[in-house]
């Protein structure tokens, strides 16, 4: 599936956001329906680290908040959705532009809609891996999200920060 207008501007817009823009990684394709996204994160003068590898937090930051943000726009607004945790592992010093590619299913977004039903909140831990140009993995990252219904039980626990958000 190619991108649309809409999304074809998300990405011009994060690649443009200052804080993104920042970590020295470049969204390369946005899905029309979200299902899927990809960055790229070269090594240049803005991601080396003292010893001239990729530096860990731009691998971590380049990849960050596209997890959530795509559960975000596949769930819609009947879903609150927020990053809980994350776990980075270094696999190989990152000596060359690095890829990451997310991916939702129908399975995956039919799994979460049945289990906010019976709970008040689930929490999915999702890999990604920073490969380079032969595949070969350098870091995964581990995200947990946390997912609950906007329609849940009074007193459903929310993560920190949340209650403030909210208010905003």
Do not use: C
Request: hydrophobic share 45%; net charge positive.
């Amino acid at each position: 599936m190619g991108e649309s207008w809409s999304t074809r501007l998300m990405r011009w817009r994060f690649n443009w956001f200052p804080t993104y823009r920042g970590t020295g990684g470049w969204v390369t394709y946005i899905a029309r329906d979200w299902r899927e996204l990809r960055v790229k994160l070269p090594l240049n003068i803005q991601t080396y680290n003292y010893v001239g590898t990729m530096f860990g937090g731009s691998m971590y930051a380049a990849v960050d908040p596209f997890q959530m943000i795509m559960l975000i726009r596949a769930l819609g607004k009947g879903f609150v959705v927020w990053d809980k945790a994350a776990i980075i592992r270094f696999k190989k010093p990152g000596k060359s532009t690095l890829y990451a590619r997310f991916t939702l299913d129908d399975t995956e977004l039919e799994a979460i809609r049945a289990e906010t039903l019976a709970a008040r909140s689930v929490d999915r831990t999702y890999r990604i891996d920073l490969v380079d140009a032969q595949g070969v993995v350098h870091a995964e990252i581990d995200k947990v999200i946390y997912i609950r219904r906007v329609d849940s039980p009074a007193g459903a626990t929310r993560p920190a920060g949340e209650a403030s958000a909210a208010r905003s």
